[in-house]
């Protein structure tokens, strides 16, 4: 059974413009959550969605949104990179809130 | 609103026991977690403790909880240098409305 895959590995974009992050839950998980993880930080809450709603959201700006399709995968968007979002993203899959299982991230650097 | 602390640094030798502290704010946490991330890679979840529990043991894992001082512990027994990563607790309420959050994790050290 394959875990929490995610895609791409890294990314280097620049600022202004817009990057798309995609994730595959682990088998059986229904609820996506998104996570940003800055250096030397533990990881903040972005936004989590359930039955291809957004359910809950963290303290981010709308340049942040989101998705979630038929089959629970999700992509991450955000707009107007700034320098400031530069970080780790972390998708995780869970059925529910609890045991929330991640995957190895998507690596963004902004220039 | 909710927060989680950590010491940031932990270092020990190879084959002596690790213990990793935490405490948290918010007296409705219902599950506690400890998380593992090695360099460049994401979170594996170790362990998680309900909040009704006092201790979990899981191989090697310990997890204590203090409900009352809100503080929590992981105990790496025989610690080995493929223990050597970033250790990160988090918590959430039973309620299903919060999200995970994380201390800023402790970086555990093992020296050979």
């Known amino acids: 059974d394959a875990g929490v895959t995610q895609s791409p590995t890294h990314l280097i974009k620049t600022r202004g413009q817009q990057v798309t992050l995609r994730c595959s839950p682990k088998?059986?998980?229904?609820?996506v959550s998104w996570y940003q993880q800055a250096l030397g930080q533990g990881p903040q809450f972005i936004f989590q969605?359930?039955?291809?709603?957004?359910?809950q959201r963290g303290n981010f700006p709308d340049r942040f949104s989101g998705h979630q399709f038929p089959n629970y995968s999700s992509e991450l968007n955000v707009n107007a990179l700034l320098l400031g979002d530069s970080a780790l993203y972390l998708c995780?899959?869970?059925?529910?809130?609890?045991?929330?299982?991640f995957g190895p991230g998507t690596r963004l650097t902004v220039t | 609103g909710e927060d989680v602390e950590q010491s940031l640094f932990l270092s020990v030798r190879e084959g002596d026991s690790s213990v990793i502290n935490c405490t948290y704010t918010?007296?409705?946490?219902?599950?506690l977690y400890w998380y593992k991330q090695e360099p460049g890679a994401g979170l594996q979840l170790l362990t998680y403790?309900?909040?009704?529990?006092d201790m979990k043991q899981d191989q090697r894992l310990t997890v204590l909880l203090n409900k009352k001082d809100k503080h929590l512990s992981l105990r790496i027994a025989d610690t080995q240098t493929g223990d050597s990563a970033i250790y990160f607790c988090?918590?959430?309420?039973?309620?299903?409305?919060?999200?995970?959050?994380f201390g800023k994790g402790t970086r555990l050290s093992v020296i050979a």
């Open positions: 995780a899959s869970s059925p529910g809130l609890r045991e929330q299982y």
């Open positions: 088998s059986g998980h229904d609820t």
């Open positions: 969605y359930y039955e291809e709603e957004e359910r």
């Open positions: 918010d007296s409705s946490s219902t599950y």
């Open positions: 403790i309900f909040s009704n529990m």
């Open positions: 988090a918590e959430t309420d039973d309620s299903g409305n919060t999200p995970l959050v």
